[in-house]
């Protein structure tokens, strides 16, 4: 069964959605009420930027894909940029972000450049990504010693979470070559803190410890965007956090946060990341 909606002006079909897609029983009809709420603090940073989705047509636990190019059937009215022969949708406005919602698109992952200034980042990420059995715990640490070295060079970081097991530290862009930026930066961490954190992407050298992925600076590369839901066995969403959050994590589940929560948080913190949007 399907409703027919007037998404600010723009008619939308919505089918399916007591259909769960999460093993909880959360539903698609409940994904896109989340991205429609989240979405004055989410449109913000997916603006101008070309859109990569994981789309689950059939739940977190059925058959997933990654798709770039704008969809057969792609509405007139979505915008979309060539970029590298792919034709990214560009999700400007609530029509489109319910649009995709409804594609079951639970993850939205974006560059660290904006359309028209293809490879030319306005963003540092520094992904932290533990190798089991380390933990997000073991993550917030080397966020604080990245946040140290970035504040040392006159940049303000930013931390939030993966959404997924790891946390990801932001800043904006301090050099043109950011991937180069950041490598410097891992090898650096690596050598001063070699029980700790590695810079090597071998999977071997990793169990323990946390792998500071530098490559994810990569023009071609994406990372998932600030407020997007993730593919995991519960709605968790990709949270910004505090850095005395970061400070008193001492628990992986201190620093997991499902939709309901990140509503709450953003109802009483604001958009954490705001500070980074042009």
Known sequence: MSVTVDVEGRHLSLSNLEKPLYPDGFTKGQVIDFYSRIAPVLLPHLRDRALTRVRCPDGVEGERFFEKNAPRGTPTWVRTAPVGGVSFVVADDLPTLVWLANLAALELHTHQ??????GRPDLLVVDLDPGPPATVVECCRVALLVREHLEGLGLTAYPKTSGSKGLQVLARAPVADT?????????????????????????????????????????????????????RPRPTVSTPVTWEEVEACREPDDLVFLTHD?????????????DLLP
């Open 179 to 231: 991937s180069a930026f950041a490598k410097v930066l891992a090898d650096g961490l690596a050598a001063a803190h070699p029980g700790l954190v590695v810079s090597r992407m071998a999977k071997e050298v990793r169990p323990g410890k946390v792998f500071v992925d530098w490559s994810q600076n990569n023009p071609a590369k994406t990372t998932v965007t600030p407020y997007s839901l993730r593919a």
């Open 262 to 274: 990140v509503l709450a948080r953003v109802e009483r913190h604001g958009d954490l990341l705001g």
């Open 113 to 118: 450049w904006r359309v028209g200034r293809e």
